[in-house]
């Protein structure tokens, strides 16, 4: 069979539509030299959660690279490379010192840079020390999570310190959860808000409690910057117009709205409950690593359960493989959606159509970045510091606008855009500032009727 795809439009037409297609090898691969793997090593991504860091160092695998991590006695956490450079025996069996790790097999001490500090059975004037370096590569531990940066090291960007990791009265939990199969399916379900209405909601019934009016198709509207998306949903219940805005930040980073939401009053700029990245472990498995965040002003029905969030735990339905083989299927979730797609999901076996704008548009950017990296040209970094954190956009902003004569999709639509303006607008505001400035313009432009809460 060629590697076109052949369509049957027939009946009974399976035949026609069999024989090996090859993955979308640009998108999925991301181990080290190829395209994927290199753009990927341009940013920093979470490799670990801090509880794993124990007196004994951890092997893991992030983008194909067998690597180890621990946490030394002076409290500083290494990420090397697992096998040794004297004779590849791996770290994961070495000890933790006052300073790096010490190999089992010949005792090579290592620091947490690679620099080799000792080799024990080697002559006092042997050089050996001087002339090679464990592969070791930097982190930063950021509220339970370790990122890494695994690229270039003159090319290093600046810790990606989003408005969204330090918003007032918010409590951040780490998560981390196991997917069998490549990180673009999973990352992917991020940019498609389509998934929602029939996954959370009308094939099995609604999944996530205040979120049942997902089951109305909703009138999407996207926006492209240069470090990513923003895009957002908009559905009408009454009077009522919620709109959720999703962040997605390219390559594997993604925030959405309030988990446990309710829909009964006008809220504005609520922010994100969910700050996530997907880290290809290799070709065929990811990571995510992430934050719940808990705040009642986003959290309006206050189910969310922090004890259920964690090592291959988060609360709310249908995230990990860890329920009965019956509920899986009787009432299957997003990580059944996304690793059934199996390892690597073939594109040239799919037939997109007008919901998987979202998906398209992502693929289209991440090659376009490949691209840029192969060709030595610039990317884009979601770059910000405390002081002055990168925006982004993830929640809740529900208005009363009542129906009028026009067509209500139109009117959502032009809705978000507005909101939407006015969001980018206050991007020269920080904190407070930033959230009254908002709320002042969207007075200013919908009237204090959009905005007044009606206390039940
Ligand atoms: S293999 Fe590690 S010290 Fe020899
Ligand atoms: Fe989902």
Redesign the pocket.
């Known amino acids: 069979m060629s590697e076109e795809v052949r369509w049957s439009h027939k009946p009974f037409g399976g035949y026609h539509i069999n024989g090996p297609l090859e993955e979308d090898v640009e998108l999925t691969h991301v181990g080290p030299g190829t395209p994927c793997g290199e753009y990927m090593r341009r940013f920093w991504h979470p490799v670990a959660m801090t509880e794993q860091l124990g007196d004994r160092p951890v092997p893991i695998r992030i983008l194909g690279e067998d690597l180890v991590i621990f946490k030394d006695l002076s409290n500083r956490i290494g990420l090397l490379h697992r096998h040794?450079a004297?004779?590849?025996?791996s770290l994961e069996f070495g000890r933790v010192e006052q300073k790096g790790i010490r190999?089992c097999?010949?005792?090579?001490q290592f620091d947490v840079d690679g620099t080799i500090l000792e080799t024990p059975g080697e002559p006092a004037e042997s050089e050996i020390r001087q002339r090679i370096c464990q592969g070791a590569y930097p982190v930063i531990e950021y509220r339970g999570l370790v990122f890494a940066y695994m690229g270039p090291p003159n090319l290093k960007p600046q810790f990606p310190f989003l408005d969204s990791f330090d918003i007032p009265d918010h409590e951040m939990i780490p998560y981390s959860i196991h997917s069998p199969c490549n990180w673009l399916q999973e990352s992917e379900n991020s940019m498609d808000p389509f998934h929602s209405v029939f996954l959370h909601g009308r094939v099995n019934g609604p999944q996530f409690p205040g979120l049942e009016h997902f089951v109305e198709l909703p009138v999407v509207e996207y926006h492209k910057r240069p470090e990513g998306f923003v895009y957002s949903h908009a559905r009408r219940q009454g009077d009522l117009v919620m709109m959720r805005f999703h962040d997605h930040i390219t390559p594997n980073m993604a925030q959405n709205g309030g988990m446990f939401q309710r829909l009964d009053r006008p809220k504005i700029f609520g922010r994100t409950s969910l700050t996530k990245w997907v880290v290809p472990l290799d070709d065929t498995n990811s990571r995510k690593f992430g934050w719940r965040h808990f705040n009642d002003a986003d959290e309006v029905l206050r189910q969310g359960d922090k004890s259920q969030v964690g090592w291959e735990k988060v609360d709310f339905y249908g995230q990990t493989a860890h329920r009965s083989d019956e509920e899986r299927h009787a009432n299957p979730g997003d990580w059944e959606a996304w690793t059934s797609q199996g390892p690597i999901n073939i594109h040239k076996r799919e037939y997109l159509g007008t919901t998987d704008e979202g998906v398209v548009m992502l693929r289209s950017k991440l090659k376009k970045d490949i691209r840029s990296v192969q060709r030595g040209k610039p990317i884009a970094h979601a770059e910000g510091s405390e002081d002055k954190p990168f925006h982004t956009y993830g929640g809740d902003t529900i208005l009363r606008v009542p129906k009028d004569d026009s067509d209500d999709r139109a009117l959502m639509r032009r809705l978000q855009r507005e909101v939407m303006k006015v969001m980018f607008s206050a991007d020269d505001h920080e904190g407070d500032d930033r959230i009254e400035y908002i709320t002042r313009e969207i007075v200013a432009r919908f009237g204090e009727d959009a905005v007044r809460v009606d206390v039940k």
Not at 105 to 108: L, S
């Open positions: 040794c004297h004779r590849r025996a190999c097999y010949h005792g090579w």
